[in-house]
């Protein structure tokens, strides 16, 4: 057997072979199936890029109206999950709400057919349509209020939105939302797509594969970065206190949130997509002097750090974009699921295509030969 050199992160190892998305840190490129992000995201909708994504190609015409249909009468959760997430505490994160509701799903559907296509497609259907009825519940329960029904007449985007306080939201704040998930939808083998794939590869269900990657999802220092933005913009509070609260982090050698990434080492191109949807809200909206603050730090940040290569990550302009659209901050991450999902199903497809489990090796540097000393004489 080959040894190989370990290397902590796994950085630089590969864990598939996969065709789904490409991504080029030095020149900042992102591709979904060939296609680059931002030809998607002007000209594509998240579902028919969640389609390209899953399905490997652009759907046509049929194609994209017969997927639109089945996800749009899909987006009811059944009345036990409801009552089940009506249990869970109102302080706790929608995170862990989202993650125990995606694996509640595999309840009520345990039957596992992993070959079977129209099984891989009504998961993926199913998946798709309720991961944001669940979202929006939660937050509606969680304020003491009973959840909106989906609203079959809206797109996904639109109907996302209007569940969270049942106001019919602006075309355009529809619209860059939808572009919001087109951008937060596949990232090659990042944390949670790893997850993902080493569930998918014990040939357990679709559901504990999404459920274990909402898991990694969370953390700080992944999907959960967004929401630590947000925090980190309230904490500075102006313009001046950017430059010493920088100096400060690079001294207390703390992560300064939004910056950095293990492949892109220029400016993430999503940000870059983010920064100018954000703009274009602010031009419509109203000006959000958090704005101002976070572009302070994208040029103190490039000044201190860029010859290391951090510059700005998807999370640092996301969370921009979804305040100037009210949405609380701890949804941030939860969105970010919304999106992802269609790209971990992706993973899921590609995963079962050509399995075998996960089972990766060790550099053991514990003891042997220790012999067992009686509790009394410890
Ligand atoms: N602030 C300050 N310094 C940083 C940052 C940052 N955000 N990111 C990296 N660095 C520095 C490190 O201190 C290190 O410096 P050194 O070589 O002098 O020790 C160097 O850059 C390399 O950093 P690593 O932590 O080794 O990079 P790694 O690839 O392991 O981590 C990560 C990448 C986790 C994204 C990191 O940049 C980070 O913690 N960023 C902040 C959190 C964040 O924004 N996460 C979201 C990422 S995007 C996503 O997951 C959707």
Request: glycine fraction near 8%; hydrophobic fraction near 30%; charged fraction near 30%.
């Given at each position: 057997m080959m040894v190989c050199e370990y290397k902590p992160g796994l950085e630089?190892?590969?864990?598939a072979q996969s065709s789904i998305s490409y991504v080029d840190g030095q020149k900042g490129i992102l591709e979904y199936r060939g296609i680059r992000i931002e030809e998607l995201a002007e000209k594509s909708t998240f579902l028919e890029t969640a389609y390209l994504l899953i399905w490997g190609e652009l759907p046509t015409k049929e194609e994209l109206k017969a997927f639109e249909h089945e996800v749009r009468y899909h987006r009811r959760i059944k009345y036990r999950i409801r009552d089940m997430m009506k249990c869970?505490?109102?302080?706790?994160h929608p995170m862990d709400a989202l993650q125990a509701s995606a694996a509640a799903l595999g309840l009520f559907y345990s039957?596992?057919?992993?070959?079977?296509p129209v099984y891989i497609r009504d998961s993926v259907v199913r998946l798709i349509a309720t991961i944001p009825t669940m979202v929006a519940a939660f937050q509606l329960m969680r304020k003491g209020n009973d959840p909106v029904r989906p609203r079959d007449d809206l797109d996904y985007s639109a109907n996302f939105l209007y569940m969270l306080d049942e106001k019919e939201p602006d075309p355009l704040m529809a619209r860059v939302f939808d572009i919001c998930l087109i951008l937060q939808v596949e990232h090659t083998m990042n944390a949670s797509t790893f997850s993902a794939r080493v569930t998918a590869s014990t040939l357990t269900d679709p559901y504990a594969v999404v459920a274990s990657a909402v898991g990694t999802l969370g953390g700080p220092l992944h999907g959960g970065a967004n929401e630590e933005v947000i925090q980190m913009l309230e904490k500075i509070g102006s313009v001046e206190n950017v430059r010493p609260y920088i100096e400060d982090c690079l001294q207390r050698k703390a992560k300064i949130m939004g910056f950095g990434h293990?492949?892109?080492?220029?400016?993430d191109p999503r940000a870059t997509i983010l920064q100018g949807l954000a703009e274009q809200l602010f031009e419509k909206f109203g000006h959000d002097k958090f704005y101002d603050i976070a572009q302070e730090m994208e040029r103190v940040v490039e000044e201190k750090l860029g010859s290391k290569g951090i510059y700005p990550n998807i999370d640092f302009y996301s969370g921009l974009v979804y305040r100037k659209m009210g949405?609380?901050?701890?949804l941030f991450t939860p969105i970010f699921a919304i999106a992802r999902v269609a790209g971990w199903l992706a993973h899921w497809k590609e995963q079962l295509a050509e399995n075998r489990i996960f089972r990766p090796t060790q550099v053991y540097n514990g003891l042997h030969e220790v012999t067992y000393t009686p509790i009394d004489k410890r």
């Open positions: 630089g190892i590969p864990a869970f505490p109102e302080s706790g039957l596992r057919d992993l070959h079977n293990r492949v892109y080492k220029v400016k949405i609380p901050t701890d």
